[in-house]
């Protein structure tokens, strides 16, 4: 099983950046795919999940209104960031689980990162 994130890359403030996820090995047409992001020196926070239907979803409150997560398929996830601040410099990262969660510990599977740089 494996997920491949991409997308990252160097952006100014105000910009945008698409980051895709693919994922292979397994179908994951029963599970919520999620997205976090790793500051140096911290832990993994969540950053945006989306239901195996696609028709739900949940933010954290600091990415509300400029990040739109969505899933095309099973095993597809993207987040589509727009309006980005130098505060969203991060390696993101795109898992998967088999319930409705926000904590990094209760997701199965894992992209290997992909870095996303805003400058001021």
């Known amino acids: 099983v494996q997920l491949q994130a991409s997308g990252g890359g160097l952006v100014q403030a105000g910009g945008s950046l698409r980051l895709s996820c693919a994922a292979s090995?397994?179908?994951?047409?029963?599970?919520?795919l999620g997205w976090f992001r790793q500051y140096p020196g911290k832990e993994r926070e969540f950053v945006a999940r989306?239901?195996?239907?696609?028709?739900?979803t949940y933010y954290v409150d600091s990415v509300k209104g400029r990040f739109t997560i969505s899933r095309t398929n099973a095993n597809t996830v993207y987040l589509q960031m727009n309006s980005l601040k130098p505060e969203d410099t991060a390696v993101y990262y795109c898992?998967?689980?088999?319930?409705?969660?926000?904590?990094?510990?209760?997701?199965?599977?894992w992209g290997q990162g992909t870095l996303v740089t805003v400058s001021s």
């Open positions: 898992a998967a689980t088999d319930r409705y969660s926000t904590r990094q510990n209760e997701y199965n599977y």
């Open positions: 090995g397994r179908t994951f047409s029963r599970y919520v």
């Open positions: 989306i239901s195996p239907s696609g028709v739900s």
